[in-house]
């Protein structure tokens, strides 16, 4: 007995790919730099700076020692000689009024007036001490002035050819391709079958 069958083949299609390597080139250019210092020694700079130092002022007055040891401008010794003779005035008028309250007095007895001139003979004589320094000191007036600065820093010129990097870029680049089609056979096969019962 034939009995019909079918062969099928079947082979699956293959893909190719082919893959290129991108690139990156870059291209820079060494700077140059040219640096002015503004004179004749390079890498030297100097910049000019101007220091001004006043003196100081020193005002020393000495009026007031002076007046002490006796040594008086001419509206001083107006002053003092004024002052000491109203004080001479006062003292005279404290002792008048003194001595005439003590003569004033009879009723209590005693002959007064000898008494008056006995005590007058016998007061204590003032001593007279010479001064030697001053009770003073001298008025010392010091001004300084600060001390100034100016400093003008030196000129340099820089001068740069500076330039950003060119870059040439390649991408890697991929291609697919198809290395082999799929096929499909189908064949007819008569097989025969002996069937014994």
């Given at each position: 007995?034939n009995?019909p069958?079918?062969k ?9 790919m ?5 690139s990156?080139?870059?291209?820079q250019n ?6 002015d ?11 000019d700076?101007?220091?001004?130092n006043p003196?100081a ?5 000495y009026t007031k020692?002076?007046e002490?040891?006796?040594y008086?401008?001419?509206?001083s010794l107006?002053?003092f ?5 109203k ?7 404290k002792?008048d009024s003194?001595?005439g309250d003590y ?12 008494q008056?001139a006995r005590s007058k ?10 001064e030697?320094l001053p009770k003073h000191?001298p008025?010392?007036k010091?001004?300084t002035?600060?001390?100034k600065?100016t400093?003008d820093?030196?000129?340099i010129?820089?001068e740069?050819n500076?330039?950003f990097p060119?870059a040439?870029?390649r991408?890697d ?5 198809l290395?082999?089609?799929a096929?499909l056979?189908?064949e007819?096969v008569?097989h025969q079958?002996n069937?014994?019962?």
């Amino acid at each position: 007995m034939n009995i019909p069958q079918l062969k099928i083949n079947f082979t699956r299609a293959q893909i190719g790919m082919k893959w290129i390597r991108g690139s990156m080139e870059i291209e820079q250019n060494i700077p140059q730099l040219d640096i002015d210092y503004g004179n004749s020694r390079p890498y030297q700079v100097v910049g000019d700076m101007e220091i001004s130092n006043p003196p100081a002022e020193m005002e020393i007055d000495y009026t007031k020692p002076l007046e002490d040891l006796g040594y008086r401008k001419l509206y001083s010794l107006i002053n003092f000689m004024s002052n000491k003779a109203k004080e001479k005035a006062l003292e005279g008028i404290k002792e008048d009024s003194r001595d005439g309250d003590y003569l004033g007095k009879l009723e209590l007895g005693g002959n007064r007036i000898a008494q008056l001139a006995r005590s007058k003979l016998l007061e204590e004589k003032q001593e007279v001490n010479v001064e030697l320094l001053p009770k003073h000191p001298p008025d010392i007036k010091v001004k300084t002035y600060p001390v100034k600065v100016t400093v003008d820093p030196a000129d340099i010129d820089v001068e740069s050819n500076f330039a950003f990097p060119k870059a040439k870029i390649r991408p890697d680049r991929v291609k697919i391709y198809l290395a082999q089609k799929a096929k499909l056979d189908i064949e007819l096969v008569e097989h025969q079958v002996n069937i014994k019962v």
